[in-house]
């Protein structure tokens, strides 16, 4: 598995329009990307403008595809205003440990 967990710091003024638009990345990813197993998006606990996303894939080949995918693209070119911080599509994964990769499915 290859795994992102990637912190975006919303710009004031704009969590409600990127929100929209990062769960329709979301969805793009687990229904239209079979190498996407999950896409969680997150709102932290303190601060409503910081979300967490939470992204499983099959290996980094699917995470790379991910980046090229239509939804993802709208996404990144949608919000890249909107953003304090955040991923900007080169990403960095990790690996997973547990549950067991054959588990996922």
């Known amino acids: ?3 992102i967990v990637a912190p975006i710091q919303i ?3 704009f969590r409600d329009r990127f929100i929209q638009e990062m769960i329709l990345d979301a969805k793009g990813s687990v229904e239209n990307e079979p190498g996407c197993l999950r896409f969680d998006v997150v709102q932290d606990g303190d601060d409503p403008n910081r979300i967490w996303l939470y992204e ?3 290996d980094e080949a699917a995470f790379q595809e991910h980046t090229k995918a239509p939804h993802f693209i709208r996404w ?3 919000t890249s205003d909107w953003r304090e911080d955040g991923p900007t599509g080169a ?3 990790a690996r ?3 549950p067991p990769d054959d588990e996922w499915r």
């Open 1 to 3: 598995m290859y795994i």
């Open 11 to 13: 710009k004031p003024g």
């Open 56 to 58: 499983v894939y099959e």
């Open 76 to 78: 990144r070119d949608a």
């Open 91 to 93: 990403g960095r994964g």
């Open 96 to 98: 997973n440990v547990w």
